[in-house]
């Protein structure tokens, strides 16, 4: 059927961009899978998904002042006066070069072990380390470009820091285009990991351990479902200093603040004193250009806040937009139609879509329950009642101003 076998060859064109180096990915094949193949799979998958408990199960945001419980800034750390080699994945790294690396988490049949690649930009002068992550979602493809991208457009002759990008996390789920393991298990859930759980532990420990406890800094990239989409966006722990303060370095990227949950990898990095975010940008199993741009150009004016590259012609700041945000859900079963478009600002009690009832014919509208913005929402399906259709963000200050 064409729909599987574009996402195979969107898949193989993917392994040979990654394995190859400068291929340019056909983005066109991705834009092509029509709506119409896409509502098969609509229909089977109703469960939540993680954009909508990581946001709506957060700890409240503390209030800006005074803050007697946001501990003390930390140190900062000490200034290295040369860039050294850094000792990865036993291998080591001289400064100025860039290497792809393999992490293998040794849970397979030794003899058909299928190594993960890392890339590895080790920079001429002294920085942070910088560790991009993506498709921890197999089927999560966009991140996979943008890692891609930021990576291949750096020189390591003139970048300070280290930039350690694993493009393609869940390698078994990305084969089968699939968001979990081999297990069914969501490796999201599972790090920091340990040596004696399950399969996915098992994983989550290995990449801790033997890549992630190098970095300094994380942006761990998803994607929405094949059933929601978002602006390009952070996912932040607002109430964390160092987090918020990374946060300023992405611009025009819009800001959402959430706690996460333990199991995360970004959470896992948090309490293991790296900061980290995670970065949703579009939908799965698709390769979007702009939401690509969009994390490609964050990413690069972070690298540039934070000292490790130098952008030239940019004057000014990077602009993070951030947001208060609520999911309006749907009060009815029946098929959703939007009559807005994802960006749409829109004002208290305007109507975002309608479920229609396609046996009664009655038709129930959604309307917003605040002014804002549409920063995520769910691609017309079939909805049950309950069902969290609009992400709909109101911009704010940032907590602790
Ligand atoms: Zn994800």
Same mark, same amino acid.
């Given at each position: 059927m064409l729909y599987r076998w574009l996402t195979h060859l969107l898949r193989a064109s993917l392994i040979s961009t990654l394995c190859g180096g400068l291929v340019a990915l056909p983005a066109a094949y991705a834009e092509q899978t029509g709506e119409s193949d896409k509502q098969e799979v609509l229909v089977a998958e109703l469960a939540e998904d993680e954009n909508v408990e990581d946001v709506e199960h957060s700890d409240p945001l503390h209030s800006s002042d005074p803050e007697p419980d946001v501990p003390e800034q930390p140190e900062p750390p000490e200034q290295k006066q040369e860039a050294s080699s850094l000792e990865l994945l036993g291998t080591e790294v001289p400064p100025g070069t860039a290497t792809r690396l393999a992490w293998s988490p040794a849970i397979q049949i030794?003899?058909?072990?299928?190594?993960?690649?890392?890339?590895?930009?080790?920079? /001429?002068?002294?920085?942070?380390?910088l560790c991009l992550t993506g498709a921890v979602h197999g089927d999560e493809l966009n991140g996979i470009e943008i890692i891609r991208r930021t990576m291949y457009d750096l020189e390591p002759d003139k970048l300070s820091g280290r930039v350690i990008g694993v493009p393609i996390v869940n390698l078994p789920g990305f084969q089968r285009g699939s968001r979990y393991l081999p297990d069914r298990r969501?490796?999201? &859930?599972?790090?920091?990991?340990?040596?004696?759980?399950?399969? /996915?532990?098992?994983? /989550?420990?290995?990449?801790?351990?033997?890549?992630? &406890?190098?970095?300094? #800094?994380?942006?761990?990239?998803?994607?929405?479902?094949?059933?929601?989409?978002?602006?390009?966006?952070?996912?932040?722990? #607002?109430?964390?200093?160092?987090v918020a303060e990374l946060t300023r370095g992405f611009d025009r990227m819009a800001v959402v603040h959430s706690t996460g949950s333990p199991g995360m990898l970004r959470y896992a990095a948090i309490e293991a004193g790296i900061r980290a975010v995670t970065m949703e940008a579009g939908e799965s199993l698709r390769i979007q250009?702009?939401?690509?741009?969009?994390?490609?150009?964050?990413?690069t004016s972070l690298m540039d806040k934070e000292g490790m590259i130098s952008r030239m012609f940019v004057w000014g700041d990077p602009e993070p937009v951030y947001y208060d945000s609520e999911w309006v859900r749907a009060e009815h079963g029946g098929i959703l139609f939007s009559e807005i478009k994802l960006g749409a600002k829109v004002g208290e009690g305007e109507i975002l879509g309608y479920v229609s009832d396609p046996i009664t014919n009655?038709?129930?509208?959604?309307? /917003?329950?605040?002014?804002?913005?549409?920063?995520?929402?769910?691609?017309?399906?079939?909805? #049950?009642?309950g069902f969290a259709a609009y992400h709909v963000g109101t911009e704010a200050e940032v907590p602790g101003e």
């Open positions: 030794a003899g058909l072990t299928q190594p993960t690649p890392v890339l590895v930009v080790n920079g /001429a002068k002294p920085g942070p380390n969501d490796l999201n &859930r599972h790090f920091p990991g340990s040596t004696d759980g399950s399969l /996915a532990d098992r994983i /989550a420990h290995s990449l801790f351990e033997s890549v992630i &406890r190098h970095c300094d #800094m994380l942006v761990d990239i998803h994607t929405g479902s094949l059933k929601r989409t978002n602006l390009p966006q952070l996912r932040a722990d #607002m109430n964390n200093p160092d250009e702009h939401q690509i741009k969009a994390g490609v150009n964050s990413l009655e038709q129930h509208p959604i309307r /917003a329950r605040i002014d804002g913005r549409i920063i995520g929402m769910a691609v017309d399906q079939v909805v #049950m009642a």
